[in-house]
């Protein structure tokens, strides 16, 4: 069983950046993979980045250059650094972990990005 907590969600404007957070309950090494959705309303949630086994990363197209996935092994954190926002980034963002092939996911953060 693993938790997971997030935090760094909020209202910005265009242009402006925000940090995500997530916090794992267990050691993050044990981990398949860890990332973050994302999902608007009226839309079906999607991947904006993970980590998987031996550290590849994996961006949507639509952010690419734009966030930065990164995780911290002393911490058990996953975060997402997100700049140059847009309206269209607007939505309830999911952290997800895959430990020995089922999924687990966080509550959820809303981010906002006012034009």
């Known amino acids: 069983q693993v938790q997971l907590v997030e935090s760094g969600g909020g209202l910005v404007q265009a242009g402006g950046s925000l940090r995500l957070s997530c916090a794992a309950s267990r050691s993050i090494s044990s981990f398949n993979a860890m990332g973050w959705y994302r999902q608007a309303p009226g839309k079906q949630r999607e991947l904006v980045a993970n980590?998987?086994?031996?550290?590849?990363?994996n961006y949507a197209h639509s952010i690419k250059g734009r966030f930065t996935i990164s995780r911290d092994s002393a911490q058990n954190t996953v975060d997402l650094q997100m700049n140059s926002l847009k309206p269209e980034d607007t939505s309830v963002y999911y952290c997800?972990?895959?430990?020995?092939?089922?999924?687990?996911w966080g509550q959820g953060t809303q981010v906002t990005v006012s034009s």
């Open positions: 997800n972990v895959v430990l020995m092939y089922r999924s687990y």
């Open positions: 980590i998987v086994t031996g550290g590849s990363t």
